[in-house]
C-alpha cells in the first residue's frame, strides 16, 4: 500500500472524566529515596560485615538457603560441572550469541496475538477517526481496531495530557507495515497514550513516537489499575521530563517481541520506569538514556526479562538495568555496552532488592568515574540485597577510576558455574567485595587491576571460593586476589 500520512484537526472532546492521572512522583511516600553513592560508599565498605559462610558446599551455605528461599526459583542444570555447555546462536540482529563465552540465550515462544490476528473495525488513516473510534470503544466496552498500514496517525491537540483518550477497557490496536502513531512537531508536548483502571490496551505492530510529557510515560503511562501489552511494537523517541522516557508503568506491562529504544526519561528510567509488574519477552531496551537507570528502573516492585537484550544506554549512574528494591529475573539474555558516568555501569541491585541472573551475558559495560562496571551489589547496616549469578559470563567490563570492575558487592551474592574474564579497575578487576559472595565452579581470570587485586580484592567482607566444585581465579595481573583465603598468587 502507498505510506501516507494525515494531519489532525484540533477537536474538541468531552473527556474530562477520562483526564489521565499523573504517575507516581520519585519522592511519593513509601518509596525509597535513592542514596547518594558517597553515602554507601562509606556505610557499604567501611562497615558491612559479612556472613560467614559455614560450609565447603554452596548450597548447604546460610547465604545460599537466604537467597534460594527469597529469590523466584532456578531450575539447576542437568549435569553441573565447572565447565559452561558450548551453544551457538544468532539474535535478531544476526550477530553471534555464544560462540566465545558459551551461554546460551533463551528462545521465545512467541506471543499468542502473533499469526492470529483477530478481525477488528478498520480505522482510515485519519487520526481524528482514530480518535473516535477509542471514544467509541471505551463506551462500548472494547473493540479491536485495525489501522491502517503504511499510515502515520499524526496528532495535534492534547486531550487531557495525550494526543489519544485515555484507555478504560479492553482495546487493541492493530497496525502492519510501518503504522505509526506519532505526535506533529511544533505542536503542544503531550504523550501518545495513558492507560487508565480498568484499561487494558494490547498494541500489534505499531510504532509509538514523539511523545513528550511534563512528567512521567513520554511514549505510554499505565496508571494503576491498568495493563498494557507490546506485540511486535516499537516505542522510540519520546521523551519524560520525570520518569520513563518511552513507558512509565504503575500497573502490568508486558513487552514481546518488541523494542523500546532512543527515549529520555529526564530522572529515572530512559526507556522504561516501572512501579509495577513487568515483563519483557525476546524484546530490546537499548539506546535509552536517563538521569538514574539508562535502560530500565524497577521501584519495589518484579520484572522477568527472558532473552534479548539491554544494550548501549547511557546514565548519570546504572547505565543498564536497576533493580530498586524489587525482585527481578533475568534469563538469556544480553546487558552489553551500557554506561554510567558514576555508579554501575551495567547493572545495580539497590537495598533490599533480590535479582537472578541466568544464561546471561554482562559485557563491555562502563562506570566512567565511579564504582562497578558490570554489576553494583549494594548493602547497608541491617540489610543489603541478594543476588544469585548461574551460567554466565561477566567479561570486558571496566571501573578505571575506582573498584570492581566486573562486580562490585557489598550485600550477599552467590556465582554457580560462571566465567568473570577480562574486566579492568583501579583495585578488584574481577570482584570488590565488602559483603558475602561465595564461588562454585566459577572461573575468574585474566582480570586487572591498576594498584592491586586483578582476580579478587576482599574488603572486610567474606569470600568462599569453594575450591573443591572448580573455582579457579587464575591469571589475574598484577596478583589474583588481596585477603581471600585459599587464593594464590
Known amino acids: 500500500m502507498v505510506p501516507c500520512r494525515a494531519r489532525g484537526k484540533d477537536i474538541e472532546i468531552a473527556m474530562n472524566h477520562q483526564r489521565h492521572t499523573q504517575v507516581d512522583k520519585p519522592d511519593r511516600p513509601g518509596e525509597r529515596p535513592v542514596r547518594p553513592w558517597w553515602r554507601w560508599w562509606a556505610v557499604g565498605l567501611s562497615t558491612v560485615t559479612g556472613l560467614a559462610l559455614t560450609a565447603v558446599g554452596v548450597a548447604a551455605t546460610p547465604v545460599g538457603d537466604t537467597i534460594g528461599r527469597a529469590l523466584p526459583a532456578v531450575d539447576a542444570p542437568e549435569a553441573p560441572t565447572g565447565e559452561l555447555p558450548a551453544n551457538s546462536r544468532r539474535d535478531e540482529s544476526g550477530a553471534e550469541e555464544g560462540k566465545d563465552d558459551g551461554v546460551r540465550g533463551e528462545t521465545g515462544k512467541g506471543d499468542a496475538d502473533h499469526g492470529e490476528r483477530r478481525e477488528g473495525r478498520p480505522v482510515p488513516c485519519d487520526p481524528d477517526r482514530l480518535i473516535a473510534e477509542i471514544v467509541r470503544a471505551n463506551a462500548g466496552g472494547g473493540a479491536v481496531l485495525d489501522l491502517a498500514e503504511g499510515c502515520t496517525y499524526l496528532l495535534t491537540a492534547d486531550l487531557g495530557g495525550a494526543g489519544l483518550p485515555a484507555v478504560t477497557a479492553p482495546i487493541t490496536l492493530t497496525g502492519g507495515r510501518n503504522t505509526a502513531i506519532e505526535r506533529a512537531a511544533a505542536v503542544d508536548q503531550f504523550r501518545i497514550l495513558a492507560v487508565n483502571a480498568g484499561g487494558d490496551l494490547t498494541l500489534n505492530q505499531l510504532t509509538i513516537t514523539g511523545g513528550h510529557a511534563a512528567d512521567g510515560g513520554g511514549g505510554i503511562l499505565v496508571n494503576t489499575g491498568g495493563a498494557l501489552t507490546l506485540n511486535h511494537s516499537t516505542i522510540n523517541r519520546n521523551i519524560a521530563d520525570v520518569l520513563g522516557g518511552g513507558i512509565a508503568n ?165 556465582l554457580r558455574r560462571t566465567r568473570i574474564l577480562g574486566n579492568r579497575a583501579a583495585q578488584g578487576g574481577g570482584i570488590y567485595n565488602s559483603g558475602t559472595v561465595s564461588l562454585a565452579a566459577t572461573k575468574v581470570v585474566d582480570n586487572v587491576a591498576v594498584t592491586d587485586g586483578g582476580g579478587v580484592v576482599n574488603d572486610g567482607g567474606t569470600v568462599d571460593l569453594n575450591i573443591a566444585t572448580g573455582t579457579v581465579v587464575i591469571k589475574n595481573r598484577p596478583n589474583n586476589c588481596l585477603n581471600v583465603a585459599g587464593c594464590v598468587g
Open 250 to 414: 504503575n500497573g502490568t506491562t508486558r513487552v514481546r517481541h518488541s523494542s523500546v529504544e532512543r527515549n529520555i526519561g529526564n530522572q529515572r528510567g530512559g526507556g522504561i520506569f516501572s512501579a509495577g509488574p513487568l515483563e519483557i519477552v525476546q524484546s530490546h531496551i537499548d539506546r535509552n538514556t536517563a538521569d538514574l537507570g539508562g535502560g530500565i528502573f524497577e521501584s519495589d516492585s518484579s520484572v522477568t526479562v527472558k532473552g534479548g537484550s539491554i544494550a548501549d544506554n547511557r546514565a548519570q549512574a546504572v547505565g543498564g538495568l536497576f533493580v530498586s528494591g524489587g525482585i527481578g529475573t533475568v534469563t538469556g539474555t544480553r546487558i552489553t555496552g551500557n554506561s554510567a558516568h558514576s555508579d554501575g555501569g551495567g547493572v545495580r541491585v539497590g537495598l533490599g532488592g533480590q535479582l537472578a541472573l541466568r544464561w546471561v551475558r554482562l559485557t563491555d559495560n562502563t562506570a566512567l568515574s565511579g564504582l562497578a562496571g558490570g554489576l553494583f551489589i549494594e548493602g547497608d547496616i541491617g540489610g543489603g540485597s541478594y543476588v544469585v549469578v548461574e551460567d554466565s559470563v561477566i567479561r570486558n567490563n571496566t571501573a578505571m577510576a575506582a573498584v570492581g570492575g566486573g562486580i562490585l558487592n557489598a550485600g550477599q551474592a552467590v
